[in-house]
């Protein structure tokens, strides 16, 4: 009998076990998971949700939305994309919707359905979950199959070993893979939001704007998208965007820079100052504060006016060749400086891990060990926000699970 050992019970180890068990009915699937509760991630992403993939079903174009492990996850996607995640929810009976931005969510909007859904597959397949059981050891044998030491001593074997213990500062898979020699490139958190302190933010809380260009030049990064403001500074996809893509830059800054944010999404200040001119000539017996030429909530609007210390009764024909400089400046180039991170609440996500180069991505086997499979975050891939963490983790674990059922 083919036994197989899945280190992890996150969305990669649950998805790749009921995937082994499934393919191979004959297989022994035992999970294990160092802690009393299981799919943690999946139950608190997307505000408790579960934003458990992405309408985006060109391998091409989805490839684009991974700042580490795209290149490597293009051949893979060709394999299990986002319609195949759903596809395969569907048939257990979840569905799954689409929201404007292109996540996806259970119609339910709870993420415990998806919860139920592959803790209900993975016992109808047979797989065995041990729980509080972490490993502690894993070690090769000559055999070519494994010995994994658990938290209490027990000595158990197995033939396969697939680890999807998933990101995180302190990993006990990358303290498992290290040890049977594998690469493990630096760690850093990815989607994070900046700590900012700046009268133009205060007491804005709550307050969204549809796109900002939010941009950090000594590094070339800039990404546009919505941004929220919060009590310690600005949230939201825009600011989680740059923050995966610079995920090395700013943990070597310690969280400490200078940002630039368009607050128009990128248009350029002399289209800013041409609106303006045109508003002032169209509109010059109205007020400034009352007509508002950009798609800004009407609150921040008039924070603008206030930073640029235009009066709130100025009239459009009232406003200065200096009051028009410095109001188009702060709309196309306001800076910010940067005090240091919050984590994304509904996403956690660790940029590095498992060095890719020493895995196969037709397999998800290790290059250096034979039998020895990966998936999930516990490798050096990392999406931005929108479920693209879960969707690599879902095709990752398929892919392992497909190679060592077939063996």
């Not at 197989?4 to 998805?15: D, E, P, S, T």
């Not at 850093?188 to 260009?213: K, M, R």
């Not at 508003?279 to 504060?289: G, V």
Request: hydrophobic share 35%; net charge neutral.
């Amino acid at each position: 009998m083919k036994t197989v050992a899945v280190i992890g019970a996150g969305a990669a180890g649950y998805f790749a076990a009921i995937n082994v068990a499934e393919g191979d009915p004959s297989a022994k699937v035992d999970l294990y998971e160092s802690t009393r509760r299981t799919l943690t991630k999946v139950s608190i992403s997307g505000g408790g949700r579960c934003n458990a993939t992405h309408h985006c079903f060109d391998p091409r174009e989805l490839v684009t939305f991974y700042p580490r492990g795209g290149k490597e996850l293009r051949g893979p996607f060709h394999q299990w994309q986002p319609q195949d995640t759903i596809s395969w929810f569907a048939s257990r009976g979840v569905e799954l919707k689409t929201e404007a931005d292109g996540r996806m969510f259970p119609v339910t909007d709870n993420s415990q359905t998806i919860i139920d859904c592959l803790t209900k597959s993975a016992e109808t397949a047979g797989v065995t979950l041990h729980l509080k059981s972490g490993v502690t050891d894993l070690t090769d044998l000559d055999d070519g199959g494994f010995e994994l030491t658990i938290g209490d001593g027990q000595k158990v074997q197995a033939d396969h070993v697939l680890i999807a213990t998933g990101g995180g500062q302190k990993n006990v898979g990358h303290t498992l893979a290290a040890n049977l020699g594998h690469t493990i490139t630096d760690l850093a958190p990815s989607l994070f939001t900046f700590h900012i302190e700046h009268p133009l933010l205060a007491d804005l809380q709550g307050l969204s704007l549809p796109a900002v260009q939010v941009s950090h030049r000594p590094s070339k990064l800039s990404q546009t998208g919505p941004i929220v403001f919060t009590h310690w500074g600005l949230s939201g996809p825009g600011m989680l965007k740059l923050s995966a893509w610079g995920a090395r830059v700013f943990s070597k800054l310690d969280y400490r820079c200078e940002l630039s944010l368009n607050w128009t999404g990128g248009t350029k200040p002399e289209e800013i100052r041409q609106l303006l001119e045109n508003t002032k000539r169209s509109e010059a017996r109205k007020s400034m504060i009352s007509l508002n030429p950009f798609d800004f909530p009407r609150r921040f609007w008039e924070r603008l006016l206030e930073y640029v210390a235009i009066p709130s009764d100025c009239q459009w024909a009232q406003l200065s060749k200096k009051g028009l400089h410095q109001l188009v400046e702060t709309i196309s180039n306001t800076t910010l400086q940067t005090h240091g991170k919050s984590m994304n609440k509904d996403e956690f996500v660790t940029c590095g891990g498992i060095k890719l180069k020493e895995v196969d991505f037709k397999t998800m086997q290790s290059r250096l060990v034979t039998n020895l499979h990966f998936a999930g975050e516990v490798l050096d891939i990392d999406g931005v926000t929108g479920g693209f963490n879960f969707q690599a983790a879902w095709t990752t674990a398929k892919i392992a699970a497909e190679a060592i059922s077939k063996k």
